[in-house]
């Protein structure tokens, strides 16, 4: 079935860097990449998500960038805080009511 | 805004019990998802359910997992004979069956299994 690779693991970073998570897939057909954060025992959020029909979006300090040609997409969060640390998910939706298929995971861990 | 709610937030339950954990979808929402996250791990597929049917499962819903939307707005899990390794954070979503698959949570019910 589709498999999504998600790097790094873990990533730690300064208060006021960037971070940047990469997600790779195989399905061709999926045309919906959303991200999702969670933090310790709360409920997966859906932060920003792009359509395969757009290379880049752009949410205040959260970006997503797509490259359906290399088939990766990637979360980039610049000027980092405290309050970005939790767990990042990528996830590929090939379309309307299926599966959300998940990476397994970016722990990001911002210190001041 | 909406959100998708779920009881009760924590199970606690003895192996070979059988279990109910109950969803209420966001309420325009006309397709409705079980997943699972064994604690430290990733977000597993079980379930889609749409139009009164399952859609889409996944071979870890297996015949113990049933689900059911017993009136207008829960949407069920039912565990017939609880397993230890059946312990896990289990998720609802709902999503309101657009082009895309934008798929929001509930806080989760975590099954303990004993």
């Known amino acids: 079935g589709e498999n999504v690779e998600q790097h790094p693991s873990t990533l730690s970073v300064q208060e006021g860097d960037s971070a940047v998570i990469k997600c790779t897939y195989s399905?061709?057909?999926?045309?919906?990449f959303p991200w999702y954060k969670q933090e310790l025992g709360k409920r997966p959020q859906l932060i920003i998500d792009?359509?395969?029909?757009?290379g880049e979006k752009k949410d205040q300090r959260i970006a997503v960038t797509l490259n359906k040609t290399a088939k990766h997409f990637s979360l980039h969060i610049t000027e980092t805080q405290p309050e970005d640390s939790a767990v990042y998910f990528c996830a590929l939706g090939p379309q309307a009511g299926t599966a959300l298929i998940f990476g397994k995971g970016t722990t990001l861990s911002v210190s001041s | 805004e909406p959100e998708v709610t779920q009881t009760p937030s924590h199970q606690v339950t003895q192996m070979g019990q059988e279990v109910i954990l109950r969803c209420v979808p966001i309420s325009n929402h006309l397709y409705f998802y079980w997943y699972r996250q064994i604690l430290g791990q990733k977000v597993e597929f079980l379930v889609s359910?749409?139009?009164?049917?399952?859609?889409?499962k996944s071979e870890i819903f297996d015949d113990q997992f049933s689900v059911e939307r017993p009136d207008g707005s829960n949407f069920t899990l039912k565990i017939r004979s609880t397993k230890l390794e059946d312990s896990a954070m289990y998720f609802c979503?709902?999503?309101?069956?657009?082009?895309?698959?934008?798929?929001?949570f509930g806080p989760g019910t975590r099954l303990t299994v004993l």
């Open positions: 399905d061709s057909a999926s045309n919906y």
């Open positions: 979503a709902s999503s309101d069956g657009g082009r895309y698959n934008e798929q929001f």
């Open positions: 359910f749409y139009n009164n049917e399952i859609s889409e």
């Open positions: 792009i359509r395969s029909n757009v």
